[in-house]
């Protein structure tokens, strides 16, 4: 019993990571109906710049506040230059240039920062969490800004007008110009959003699993699971999703010692596509119905 | 008088309007084809024994690529996992030459049948998702399928980590040629008939009950096209054809290991197809080209950079040819038509 | 004249779907575009809106607007409500009714917006907490024009706006259209396949047929014309 609390709690810890990426993966599909691959990328540029900035001596809150704030510009440019130029293509073209933003970043991290592992510091210090065993103050300190961004863009979407505006964009553009909704820029807005939330994902994940150029592609998957998991039009779905994703995955590689660590990955998608196929638009998420 | 119905599932493949243009020029058609036919026979002869079997191996990746155009471009269901496929058929080529001693050629229908039943009972699950959702389920069985083949309870089948060494076939005794050129041949031959067995099926009625659920589901389904049915097939019938592609690649590699398998070989067939384009024959093989030349390319102009340049490369594609190649193609020749009839 | 269209042309593609069409608006008045299914009354609308490929010449209050984009043409006060109705159906009713209004920076003149619109329509207030899905195809049309309405506009664009309702609720539709026409000021650009309706609302009347201009005048001129009697008013 006290095993299984245990792993719950690893679970709930490296799930944090998830669901804050899980998040990321929700806004941006929130703001721009579809889903960014090199989001995770995108993130582990952030950590990149942020840790070139703590080398150079800058004080840690500082670098944070200015690396939040480079990546949403970023993320705002990235679609304007990127993207907007596919606006009218397919959604098969907008893929493949998310692909290859995903092999320009990765391959740009190896060559500016090299392959070796770095560590990253943390805000939160490593000490247990008033002693306990079960977690420590950086986990907790994770747990807590996932759910304090959680609340903020809560608050955004449902309670400003830029958010409805944004909402609107992503889910009917056509209307959203009839009422003078300038739906490009809502886009873009919707990226830099992202890219910031992933800036803070990264910089928060990069303690635990060390900074490398394939860091995020692992929480990425597990991030995306997640939020499909939790349903992509669920904010909270996604974080939700998040955590039973850190925590099957946990459980599975603990208690099921056969297939171990090579298959932990494989089991935790099995078990979500298990669910998708009783609740096939997540459990959280809406289904929508097509009206001929 | 409807307005499409913006706020629902929000993959929509593109469609092609290829087979209305196909019938517009039929006779230039024939002469193209017939030409690059015939080079096609000469070119082992031409080139040395490397560019050969990079030549084979273009077209390995085509038919691997139509595999996926027959379920993603004519089918619409979206599949970001069909280097399992290809790794599966690979696999199979392996284990019966190397455990069973069977010969090269019959491994190929056995590799297909084989996917066609895993690509059949994937189409089943597959009915109940759309789009994204069936994307990471599609996701997860190429991310799975290198796990497993490391998996350290089915080394006795799959070799682990070290795989499976595959012996390259021998040519027929009287052919006055070397290995490298009997491959390309053999796999010309299979490639061509399944590109002709694609191109019949697309044009047939089951063909145009697969592009009518495509487009609008409800109304195929509505006009008693058996939707489930022939949507679970074509899973099984777009397996089958990256799965012999997959057979043949073991053939020219003549090694499989887990890791040839990855993920990024499912994301590799997918841009290759998009750049093609989406729905053209054709196009398979233009994608397969780009899969082969373009990361070697890359990698000549800067070793450290070589993903980014790949993915520069792929950007300034995308942007000229929005369509891919097939899509850029039909506008040359809508243009040049235009110009001439003014 | 508010609204001055030359020599429009409209494309869908290579098709092309208006041949040379000329028009004009004053302030304040009410016309109507009658035609056929398919002779291309939407496409005009479309086109006004900046939502298709066009030629030639369309000025709103001097101004040229041929080219350009949507939302910019909107903002120049020019509401339209699309066939289909084009509801934002994921949010509340009452958020469909702010959106028509976000590009307005007034809040107090918003609220009080809200609150006519809502006088106008009181089946929307009684749902205003709804997600605008739920709503049956009457109450869509009627937020639709409540969210147009919304933007304050000094010219509307109406898209068919008794589609598919009952006989009743668009005679409620019109009158209502009628008054907002009398205590504002808005002037109205319907495009109608019911005729008798558009006639009675509109002063002045076009009919199109397969992308031209066929018949312009007085709407009593139109109505009583026998071709027009036969063909569309149905005696």
């Known amino acids: 019993m006290q095993l299984l609390l245990q792993q719950v709690m690893a679970g709930l810890a490296n799930g944090a990571i998830y669901a804050g990426m899980a998040l990321a993966v929700v806004m941006i599909f929130l703001a721009i109906d579809h889903l960014n691959f090199a989001q995770g990328e995108m993130a582990t540029f952030s950590a990149y710049v942020a840790w070139q900035l703590l080398a150079w001596g800058t004080p840690y809150w500082v670098a944070f506040v200015v690396v939040v704030i480079v990546s949403f510009i970023g993320g705002v440019a990235i679609e304007r230059i990127l993207f907007k130029p596919l606006h009218h293509a397919s959604i098969f073209a907008n893929l493949v240039a998310f692909f290859a933003l995903f092999s320009i970043l990765n391959s740009a991290d190896g060559y500016l920062w090299d392959y070796t592992i770095k560590t990253f510091p943390s805000p939160f210090g490593t000490k247990p969490l008033f002693g306990s065993v079960l977690i420590d103050a950086h986990e907790a300190g994770m747990i807590v800004v996932t759910a304090v961004l959680l609340g903020l863009l809560y608050l955004f979407f449902r309670g400003t007008r830029l958010g409805l505006a944004m909402r609107a964009a992503a889910a009917n553009p056509e209307s959203a110009r009839l009422v003078g909704i300038r739906v490009g820029w809502m886009t873009a807005l919707g990226w830099g959003i992202a890219a910031a939330i992933g800036a803070v994902a990264g910089m928060l994940i990069a303690p635990v699993v060390f900074l490398d150029p394939n860091m995020m592609f692992g929480v990425l998957l597990y991030g995306f699971a997640g939020a499909v998991l939790g349903g992509l039009t669920s904010p909270g779905g996604a974080v939700l999703g998040g955590f039973a994703v850190g925590i099957i995955e946990n459980l599975a590689g603990t208690f099921i010692p056969y297939f171990g660590r090579d298959l932990k990955l494989t089991i935790a998608l099995l078990v979500i596509v298990a669910v998708l196929m009783v609740r096939p638009a997540g459990i959280f998420g809406r289904s929508v119905v097509s009206r001929v | ?342 | 004249m508010m609204l001055e269209v030359n020599g429009l042309e409209a494309f869908y593609g290579e098709q092309q779907a208006l041949f040379g069409i000329g028009f004009g608006l004053d302030e304040g008045r009410v016309r109507t575009l009658l035609g056929a299914n398919g002779a291309g009354k939407t496409t005009v609308l479309r086109a006004l809106c900046g939502m298709i490929r066009t030629g030639g010449d369309i000025r709103f209050e001097g101004k040229c607007i041929a080219g350009w984009a949507t939302e910019d043409i909107v903002r120049l006060g020019v509401a339209h409500v699309p066939d289909g109705r084009g509801t934002f159906l994921r949010v509340t009713v009452e958020e469909n009714l702010q959106l028509g209004a976000i590009t307005r920076r007034d809040r107090v003149g918003i609220a009080a917006d809200i609150e006519q619109i809502y006088h106008h329509f009181p089946r929307l207030k009684e749902r205003r907490t709804q997600q605008a899905g739920l709503l049956s195809g009457g109450e869509q049309q009627m937020l639709a024009v409540g969210r147009a309405l919304m933007l304050r506009p000094r010219l509307m664009l109406l898209d068919e706006p008794s589609f598919g309702l009952a006989p009743l609720i668009v005679e409620e539709l019109f009158a209502i259209l009628r008054q907002v026409n009398r205590d504002t000021g808005v002037a109205m650009l319907i495009v109608e396949q019911n005729a008798a309706l558009a006639l009675e609302l509109a002063e002045h009347a076009y009919l199109l047929e397969t992308g031209r201009i066929v018949m312009d005048g007085p709407s009593e001129a139109i109505g009583a014309d026998e071709g027009v009697r036969r063909a569309y008013l149905g005696y």
């Open chain 2, 1 to 342: 008088m409807t307005t499409p119905q913006q706020d629902t599932v929000p993959f929509a493949p593109a469609v092609a309007e290829h087979d209305a243009r196909l019938a517009a020029w039929p006779a230039t058609r024939h002469w193209v084809l017939a030409g690059v036919l015939a080079i096609a026979l000469v070119l082992p002869f031409v080139f040395q024994g490397f560019v050969v079997f990079q030549l084979t191996q273009v077209m390995i990746y085509g038919l691997a690529i139509l595999g996926l155009n027959l379920l993603t471009g004519f089918s619409g269901q979206f599949s970001v996992g069909h280097g399992a496929f290809y790794g599966l058929g690979a696999y199979v080529t392996a284990i019966l030459m190397d455990r069973y001693g069977v010969a090269y050629y019959w491994t190929l229908p056995a590799a297909g049948g084989v996917c066609f039943v895993v690509g059949t009972l994937f189409g089943l699950p597959a009915l109940r998702l759309r789009g994204l959702y069936l994307a990471l389920v599609t996701f997860a069985a190429a991310v799975a399928l290198p796990q497993l083949l490391k998996f350290h309870g089915l080394e006795g089948w799959t070799g682990g980590v070290q795989g499976i060494v595959v012996d390259q076939p021998d040519v027929p005794g009287f052919l006055p040629i070397d290995t490298d050129q009997w491959l390309y041949y053999f796999t010309l031959a299979v490639v061509l008939v399944m590109f002709a067995g694609a191109s019949s099926l697309v044009k047939s009625r089951t063909g145009r009950a697969i592009m009518a659920i495509r487009d609008h589901e409800i109304a195929a389904a509505a006009m008693g096209i058996n939707a489930p049915l022939y949507k679970t097939l074509t899973f099984g019938v777009s397996a089958l054809f990256t799965g012999v592609a997959g057979a043949l690649g073991a053939l020219a590699v003549q090694f499989v290991a887990p890791d040839s398998f990855s993920l990024f070989l499912s994301l590799y067939f997918l841009v290759g197809l998009i750049l093609g384009g989406m729905g053209s024959l054709p196009g398979c093989l233009f994608g397969g080209l780009f899969v082969l030349y373009v990361p070697n390319i890359a990698e000549e102009v800067s070793r450290g950079l070589a993903g980014a340049i790949y993915g520069v490369i792929m950007l300034l594609v995308i942007f000229v040819m929005p369509s891919g190649a097939a899509g850029f193609t039909r506008l040359a020749f809508a243009y040049v038509s235009r110009w001439r009839n003014r």
